[in-house]
């Protein structure tokens, strides 16, 4: 028994180690991206690399908004990843509450399409979208940042799965009562929905909070440039302040770490929940 219990403990101690070096490795960066935000630029671009600076520079991470329009760009950003938050929420619900509740004609086929489009990769959308923003007249604008992406069919499939792991008896009951499709859905199923639903809404806010190509495609401003795309812009082609763009990113990654650390759960259990049905 003592040899079994030493084996398991040992066991366990691999484990541990093992993912503990997993967790290293992930943080390694974040970690770099710190130090290098306080350094000089001599100490960033120093070879061999300086791994801590001799005396922090905390002035980087003003002079970010010195060099670019740094709150404007914070504004974009919040502005497009709140508006795509929205609407996927609201329309992948209900797209997703039908393909899972309703029964209509085609219903099958029209779900099997609208999967068909995750096989296609997202950057053979990009040319259709920036002529149908082009032919809107919305080009180098903030709604040009978020109308494209105000539906999505993993959100749809996501939210279905969630959907359908739910008893049809609550439906049953709602109709006795006189709940119309929409009132089920809106009052009854919809709140039920919410480790789904704030599982979407991480993961939509951040893809929205991340995207790069679109925002770089159809605004060329920085006035109307999202974070992501404003970072890029301060990569120079001879000379870029390694120090300053570091000091963007950390303050640019920050609401994403503070809202994952609220509802982390939430995310975890919706996560979990929509594997329960297929």
């Known amino acids: 028994m003592k040899n079994k219990e030493k084996k398991k403990n040992k066991g366990h101690i691999a484990v541990y180690i093992i993912l503990l070096s997993g967790v290293l490795i992930t943080l390694l960066p974040f970690f770099w991206m710190l130090l290098t935000s306080l350094k000089s630029q001599s100490e960033a671009i120093h070879v061999p690399p300086v791994i801590f600076p001799a005396k922090p520079v905390i002035s980087n991470y003003a002079d970010v908004f010195k060099d670019v329009p740094f709150a404007k760009m914070y504004l974009n950003t919040i ?48 040319l259709p979208q920036y002529l149908i923003i082009q032919k809107l007249k919305l080009l180098n604008t903030i709604p040009a940042l978020f109308i494209p992406n105000l539906f999505s069919a993993f959100g749809t499939f996501l939210l279905r799965q969630f959907f359908m792991s739910l008893p049809s008896d609550l439906e049953d009951a709602a109709a006795l009562d006189g709940c119309t499709p929409f009132s089920t859905y809106w009052r009854i199923m919809l709140p039920l929905a919410k480790p ?83």
């Open 79 to 126: 502005i497009s990843a709140a508006v795509t938050v929205a609407g996927q929420l609201l329309f992948c619900s209900m797209a997703a509450y039908a393909f899972a509740k309703l029964k209509f004609p085609g219903r099958d086929i029209i779900f099997v399409t609208l999967l068909a489009v995750l096989m296609v990769p997202s950057s053979f959308f990009i």
């Open 196 to 278: 789904g639903l704030v599982s979407l809404g991480i993961l939509t806010l951040r893809f929205a909070w991340n995207d790069l190509m679109w925002p770089l495609i159809v605004n060329t401003s920085q006035e109307k440039m999202t974070l992501t795309a404003g970072l890029a812009y301060m990569q120079g082609q001879y000379h870029t302040n390694y120090p300053e763009m570091m000091a963007g990113a950390m303050m640019a990654i920050v609401p994403l770490l503070i809202l994952f650390a609220i509802f982390q759960r939430q995310f975890i259990e919706g996560i979990a929940l929509t594997g329960i049905k297929g």
